[in-house]
């Protein structure tokens, strides 16, 4: 549930057509949700399993792989920032993502281009175009804030990655409101759950505390954005789902909740969350405690700045391997 009174935004990291022309609607006017966003795995699993995309694929005959892609997933982008619209003009977020072609991650220029493009060919305010947090990332985030595309910078783990994000949103931000201004903002999508599946079998051989890695870093990175002091830029976290039985399902939401900050977690995720909402905020959580967590972990032989490549290669490798096996099926 949307909590407006600390600053807390909850969004669907789901799109699916039919969902979007039905269910999701209703989520947004009861204020459960202020915002969503999809990612190259998602539209893949949607676009190869509803049945929804057949009329609209049959008339793209003839048409490249990628430019079908293209055609359904602004469509369905589309329909989700006019239902979010009225929300987003109450200055309540209203924001709904999409990812640029994930093989241009290390292209900035290909990915300002592709950028700017989807923004256009969407045509509504209120979407923000999800650039990974790499190299040639940052530039094109600078890029097209400075043209008021608002930006979701996505994969990040590391604190050295949102740092690196801060910076460029800023240049982006203040060169956009040089040139005029008016809204545009942005969030950093720090992933959590991932360190946990990752690292929670070695921590318990040691006997430390599992379920925590990805949680501290959030809480650290957050740390880092909020002592930034720039609000047009939060903190989103992703990667919110639990997989398998020994957490609760509405775990990563709990344990996050924040001020100034937005949670994106799956539809299930978000139905155990609101049957028992919470509201005392858990962040910040003391530097010095996050600082001594990670030497722990760093005493105990765990190589985090290891981790954190590791997690980013998977991560952009996972994307690319989506994508491409929806291309494949397209054509």
């Not at 006019?82 to 290390?106: A, H, K, M």
């Not at 985030?141 to 043209?147: E, F, P, R, V």
């Not at 050295?160 to 203040?174: E, N, P, T, V």
Request: net charge negative; aromatic share 10%; with cysteine.
């Amino acid at each position: 549930m949307v909590n407006r009174d600390i600053g807390f935004s909850l969004w669907l990291d789901f799109v699916e057509r039919e969902f979007l022309k039905n269910e999701f609607g209703s989520l947004v006017e009861k204020g459960i949700i202020n915002g969503a966003t999809s990612n190259p795995s998602i539209f893949a699993h949607a676009i190869t399993t509803s049945s929804a995309y057949k009329e609209q694929l049959s008339k793209l005959a003839g048409k490249s792989a990628k430019a079908k892609y293209e055609a359904l997933a602004t469509e369905d982008i589309r329909t989700a920032a006019q239902t979010l619209r009225d929300v987003y003009d109450e200055g309540n977020d209203g924001y709904i993502s999409i990812e640029v072609d994930p093989f241009l991650s290390n292209d900035t220029q290909a990915t300002i281009e592709e950028g700017k493009r989807l923004f256009a060919a969407i045509g509504e305010p209120n979407v923000m175009v999800k650039v990974p947090a790499t190299d040639a990332g940052y530039e094109a985030m600078t890029a097209l804030l400075g043209t008021g595309i608002s930006v979701n910078a996505t994969l990040v783990f590391s604190p050295k990655q949102a740092s690196r994000c801060l910076k460029a949103m800023k240049k982006g931000l203040d060169a956009f409101e040089a040139s005029g201004g008016g809204r545009c903002e942005a969030v950093i999508s720090v992933f959590v759950s991932r360190f946990d599946r990752v690292l929670d079998k070695d921590l318990a051989s040691e006997g430390l505390d599992v379920a925590k890695t990805g949680i501290y870093n959030a809480a650290k990175i957050y740390n880092l954005v909020e002592a930034n002091h720039t609000p047009a830029v939060r903190t989103l976290f992703a990667s919110t789902g639990v997989k398998g039985d020994d957490l609760p399902s509405d775990y990563y939401i709990r344990e996050l909740l924040a001020p100034h900050s937005v949670n994106t977690a799956p539809l299930a995720t978000i139905e155990a969350y609101i049957s028992r909402p919470a509201s005392t905020p858990k962040f910040p959580i003391d530097e010095n405690e996050v600082n001594g967590y990670f030497t722990k972990l760093s005493d105990n032989g765990f190589d985090m700045e290891e981790v954190y490549a590791t997690l980013l290669r998977d991560g952009l490798e996972a994307f690319e391997k989506s994508f491409q096996e929806m291309l494949d099926i397209l054509k």
